[in-house]
């Protein structure tokens, strides 16, 4: 549980993990994606594409590096967005080749161990592939001295004479990205639904959940909260996780079944606060174990920061006419007061900067100051 | 160690790409890293000088590029078949004519050209859009 805390906050805990479909398969992803995805904070060796967490990958790609060790070969593998490492070890079977040879001589007689000699030989021969073969591999990630590289588990030289093998993949790939990768993988939902083990859960989380964002909005706003913790607003959302059980049948069922009273609040709470940091309404000036939320409209500094960048970046020629970009004051902004300060809370602090008249956006995308 | 990634281009693609890119980038373009694919016709080929033609036929023009063959050898060269090359681009000081040093040249005779063609729209579409959406963000 230690462990699970000190993760950042777009890691999903990694008791959750095995619930992403990704994290069991082998993700088929471009090379360049794999180069760059990071590693995850909690468990060295797992990766994250957005918020999937996956440590096989299955790649397809030209061998453009080849260098043969006496256990291994290391080949570079090309898909045309990448290049990457993979170390396929040699079959211990290969060794023995040498007493192999004798079999021969019994022509036309069906002889298991010459069958059994042609198939390692065939094996043997789609693990040696030369520069400008076909490469299929699957293994796992991982990272040694910076590289990026795959230890596979299964490799094996493509016969792919018209590209058909090719084409198919890459006109694939889009599509499974579009209706899978970059699908972010909302375990916590489940995770709750487990909880509440109703009927209809989803839809009894989405209301749940859009009832206690509503709930901790108003109470920011009413009691012009300018930061605080978790544990501080914790109890506004006991009346939430309380009320559908109330009834003592089904409380004693819900108790013996789904996970305790204070897990439940703790995770409606987190999907709650990343709800909220979503939409920009609050975000944590540094990610530190002690999470300390700040609410965009109650941070003088922030606001006094904005203003700061607008009023004196204005002046300069480049922003003369126009006023300042958004992103130009995102990334002033970052280096001034915090830079862990999203776009959405800017855009957030903007629309109150403009509501009381301190700026003026001149585009949709663009703030001065008169 | 490993080599740039080879990235989809059209051989039309290539003479443009350098006129284009003027002076300044010239010596960028030195050596230009990518992977030759599509209507790719081997035209012609002399041993001698290690020295393969590729052509191509987009928007009714004919375009070549002359490919260095000497990594690649021996290949054993059909005149007339289909090709796929892998390699950098070299365009040398005040040559019109772009040379393409091939790191891999292998005959896919018979392939499906247009499916090709549109699978590598596909992917740079996709790479364009999820750009634009990381800029946009």
Redesign the interface.
């Known amino acids: 549980m230690a462990s699970e805390q000190s993760g950042a906050e777009d890691e999903p805990p990694s008791l959750l993990w095995g619930l992403d479909p990704v994290f069991s398969a082998y993700a088929r992803l471009y090379?360049?994606d794999i180069l760059q995805i990071r590693e995850s904070r909690q468990v060295p060796g797992i990766y994250f594409y957005k918020n999937h967490p996956l440590f096989q990958v299955d790649v397809l790609g030209?061998v453009?590096?080849k260098r043969e060790r006496e256990d291994f070969y290391c080949y570079?593998v090309?898909?045309?967005?990448?290049?990457?490492?993979c170390l396929c070890w040699k079959d211990e079977k290969w060794r023995d080749q040498g007493d192999s040879v004798k079999g021969k001589g019994h022509g036309g007689v069906f002889n298991v161990e010459e069958q059994l000699r042609k198939l390692c030989e065939a094996q043997r021969s789609r693990c040696m592939l030369e520069?400008?073969d076909l490469l299929q591999v699957r293994g796992s990630l991982k990272t040694s001295r910076e590289q990026r590289e795959i230890m596979a588990s299964s490799f094996y030289k493509v016969s792919d004479?018209?590209?058909?093998v090719?084409?198919a993949r890459?006109?694939d790939?889009?599509q499974l990205?579009r209706d899978c990768y970059n699908k972010p993988f909302q375990v916590p939902c489940a995770e709750l639904e487990a909880g509440t083990t109703d009927a209809g859960g989803a839809s009894n989380i989405q209301s749940m959940l859009g009832q206690s964002v509503r709930i901790l909005k108003e109470f920011l706003k009413v009691k012009e909260v300018p930061k605080f913790r978790p544990y501080d607003v914790e109890y506004l959302l006991h009346p939430l996780i309380r009320s559908p059980v109330s009834s003592t049948s089904t409380r004693q069922e819900a108790t013996s079944v789904g996970p305790s009273f204070p897990t439940q609040v703790k995770n409606l709470l987190k999907e709650t606060l990343k709800l909220l940091q979503r939409e920009g309404e609050i975000f944590r000036k540094v990610l530190s174990p002690d999470e300390l939320y700040h609410v965009t409209e109650q941070d003088k500094d922030l606001l006094a920061a904005i203003r700061d960048v607008i009023q004196e970046d204005s002046k300069r020629e480049k922003y003369a006419e126009k006023g300042c970009h958004i992103l130009h004051v995102l990334s002033s902004v970052r280096q001034r007061y915090s830079r862990n300060l999203s776009?959405e809370a800017l855009e957030v602090a903007l629309k109150f900067l403009e509501c009381n008249s301190d700026i003026i956006s001149t585009t949709d995308s663009h703030y001065t100051v008169l | 160690?490993?080599?740039?990634?080879?990235?989809?281009h059209f051989l039309w693609e290539i003479n443009t790409h350098l006129v284009e890119d003027g002076a300044s980038v010239r010596t960028f373009a030195h050596l230009h890293h990518l992977?030759l694919f599509g209507r790719l016709r081997l035209t012609s080929y002399l041993p001698e000088e290690s020295k393969a033609i590729l052509t191509s036929h987009h928007a009714s023009m004919q375009h070549q590029v002359s490919v260095q063959t000497t990594f690649?050898e021996p290949f054993d060269p059909i005149v007339g078949a289909q090709y796929?090359t892998?390699g950098e681009i070299d365009k040398a000081e005040g040559c019109s004519e772009a040379i393409l040093r091939a790191?891999?040249?292998?005959c896919?005779?018979?392939?499906?050209v247009a499916?090709?063609q549109?699978?590598?729209n596909?992917?740079r579409?996709?790479?364009k859009e999820r750009d634009n959406e990381a800029g946009a963000?």
Do not use: C
């Open positions: 090379i360049k030209t453009v590096y570079g090309d898909d045309s967005t990448g290049v990457i490492n520069i400008g004479p018209v590209m058909d090719q084409i890459m006109l790939m889009p990205y776009r | 160690m490993l080599p740039s990634p080879a990235v989809f992977g690649v796929v892998l790191r891999v040249l292998n896919v005779d018979g392939v499906d499916l090709l549109k699978a590598i596909e992917q579409n996709f790479f963000q």
